[in-house]
């Protein structure tokens, strides 16, 4: 029994997990305990600190993996106008050393990435070989992170690009609109902005699904949101008749709420891609809507 105990560890896929506690990190690891065929590492700022270079190689010095799923970024849309280079260090430079380690190590990996690397001016939702051009900081220096996977080329290595992430973990825009809602008669919220809202628990359970089928000699590129199309303006007008609360909604322009980061004004991602080639289904963005506020009443 100790024998084949012992066999079962071995023959165990060993995954690291970066950014254990952003909201996809914080995903995966209650997502873990239901997939016993892998064996987690998740690590924090504390335990693999992206921004200290020097220290990553030396984190995989003495240990092995098979796979990296990166959900660690740095993700401050306006703020990264202003810390450009530590942006580009965590979503540029940490990245592109990942990539040659996965490459040297044999490693699969798994980048997150964003629709902020297109300038939102397309007129149909974005497949994976439109252009990029990216019109901020933050964009900039994810889209330099995966041109990096794709040239340091880790096999069976993939980079998903998603949007509008939100959770019961960390800060979103879900969290934010349940605590105005319940401080105010009323909001005024951007209608001129299109995209699809992303449960990151849908995208962390596609992710562990799809990892033993990723199969490629160079690294591909696939998009991920959930199902549907949406305004923010919607969206927070679905969030308060979910959750059942008062609170007038007021559609603004982008222009009347000026930011100091530019967002795109039309981000809807093509999913067909990760449809076809892994064969999942994508949950409608209201339905895992509804399942994230049911949630976020438990915890309270």
Not at 88 to 110: E, F, M, Y
Not at 175 to 182: A, H, Q, V
Not at 233 to 256: G, M, Q, R
Request: with cysteine; aromatic share 10%.
């Amino acid at each position: 029994m100790q024998i084949i105990l012992r066999l079962v560890i071995i023959c165990m896929r060993k995954i690291l997990v970066t950014g254990e506690n952003g909201q996809l990190g914080s995903e995966l690891k209650e997502l873990s305990v239901l997939y016993p065929q892998y064996q987690f590492t998740f690590t924090d700022r504390n335990t693999l600190d992206l921004t200290n270079l020097c220290k990553i190689e030396d984190y995989f010095d003495d240990k092995h993996f098979d796979s990296i799923i990166n959900c660690a970024a740095y993700t401050a849309v306006d703020k990264a106008q202003s810390e450009e280079d530590l942006a580009n260090t965590i979503n540029h430079r940490a990245v592109s050393l990942l990539a040659k380690i996965a490459k040297k190590k044999t490693i699969s990996l798994i980048h997150i990435s964003t629709d902020y690397v297109f300038d939102g001016q397309n007129y149909r939702p974005y497949i994976e070989t439109d252009p990029t051009d990216p019109q901020g900081v933050y964009g900039r220096t994810k889209r330099d992170g995966e041109n990096a996977i794709l040239e340091a080329s880790p096999h069976n290595s993939i980079i998903i690009r998603t949007s509008w992430v939100y959770s019961s973990f960390g800060n979103n825009f879900v969290k934010t609109m349940l605590r105005l809602g319940k401080e105010r008669d009323s909001l005024g919220v951007i209608f001129d902005q299109i995209g699809t809202p992303t449960y990151a628990r849908d995208l962390a359970k596609a992710l562990l699904d799809i990892l033993p089928k990723i199969k490629n000699n160079s690294p591909e590129i696939y998009h991920y949101s959930n199902d549907g199309v949406t305004s923010w303006y919607d969206f927070a007008s679905v969030i308060f008749e979910l959750s059942k609360i008062n609170c007038h909604v007021n559609p603004i322009t982008a222009e009347e709420y000026p930011l100091p980061a530019p967002r795109p004004h039309y981000s809807l991602l093509n999913k067909a891609k990760i449809k076809n080639d892994f064969g999942i289904t994508i949950p409608y963005w209201k339905n895992s809507l509804k399942e994230c506020i049911e949630l976020l009443g438990e915890k309270l």
